[in-house]
């Protein structure tokens, strides 16, 4: 793998062990629309990123990062 | 007398699919509901755009799945986005928004081969920053656009860790430092010679060779069409949308 960006190596692979951030599942929906939730352990989540490429999906409140998500 | 009853209890099926008929009635229930206890609008229904937008954010991540704190766009979430602008009929054009740090070689230069490839038209706008890999992408756009703000980082490639064989390494860096390098001036007004002088330019960059372009910068050397927003990329988008179909009809 090669690199090629300006921030310096050291600071991309950084490893805190201290604060790991809160894992983030993708989820597909119905209607062509994936979502990253950050899941609660119920089934559901907290909508963290939209992946769409249509800026009518991000018009819509219960797709926008911050949403709750149930299965 | 009329009872106006606030739904609370009734939760929204979130996940449920938009089935034609159903997708109304519950749209609209989720408007009332809104109106009712936020006292707030829902967005209005819009129209099917024909215009689809492409953000590209922080980090490229290509094979290595970076520490969780960079932010990142990953190229397999990239990829099958794009197959889907080409195959839908209904987008009839493509807007890629940049702001970001580099990345990964090959995530960058697949994603900048898909862009160059799509047979609609593509405009890029420069936000911020298109460091690095970032640069490819935005010149494989039909048009690009920069904001005036925005920069623009060309610096050599690095290869961070041991080095075994000098010569060797030398020659591989060589060879994939090529790869980009031909295609920003296979896809850019900028010469060769003249890419290669901004990237090993020395005094600019304090821990690096190179130079940052800002803005009209990256225009008068011919890396980027224009300096722009959101406004003028949407709309050269559009005319040229419309100028590819009055182009088919006749």
Request: hydrophobic letters at 40%.
């Amino acid at each position: 793998m090669l690199l090629y960006t300006v921030v310096p190596i050291e600071i991309v692979m950084a490893e805190d062990e201290a604060e790991k951030p809160p894992i983030e599942e993708e989820v597909a929906l119905p209607g062509g629309i994936r979502v990253l939730i950050r899941p609660d352990g119920a089934g559901g989540g907290i909508i963290t990123r939209l992946l769409s490429t249509d800026p009518r999906h991000f018009l819509d409140p219960r797709w926008s990062p911050g949403s709750r998500f149930r299965r | 007398m009329m009872r106006l009853e606030t739904p609370f209890e009734e939760p929204l099926p979130d996940a449920e699919p938009p089935a034609p008929g159903r997708f109304n009635l519950r749209r609209a229930r989720m408007a009332l509901r809104s109106l009712r206890q936020l006292g707030q609008m829902s967005p209005p229904e819009t129209p099917v755009s024909p215009i689809h937008c492409l953000t590209i954010v922080g980090q490229i991540e290509g094979h290595l799945v970076l520490p969780p704190k960079n932010k990142t766009t990953k190229y397999e979430h990239i990829i099958p986005q794009l197959v889907a602008v080409e195959q839908n009929p209904h987008i009839k054009g493509l807007l890629v928004i940049l702001n970001t740090v580099g990345g990964d070689v090959e995530a960058g230069l697949a994603i900048a081969e898909m862009i160059d490839s799509l047979s609609k038209p593509t405009v890029s706008l420069v936000l911020g920053g298109g460091h690095s890999i970032g640069g490819p992408v935005a010149v494989a756009a039909d048009y690009s656009f920069i904001a005036e703000t925005a920069t623009m980082t060309i610096h050599p490639l690095r290869l961070a860790g041991t080095l075994i064989g000098v010569p060797q390494t030398y020659e591989y860096l060589e060879k994939m430092q090529d790869r980009v390098i031909k295609f920003v001036t296979q896809h850019a007004k900028i010469t060769e010679e003249k890419f290669r002088e901004l990237m090993f330019r020395t005094g600019d960059l304090v821990r690096d060779l190179g130079t940052v372009l800002v803005g009209a910068d990256a225009v008068a050397c011919g890396l980027i069409d224009e300096v722009g927003g959101l406004s003028q990329a949407v709309r050269k988008l559009e005319a040229m949308i419309a100028a590819r179909s009055s182009g088919s009809a006749s």
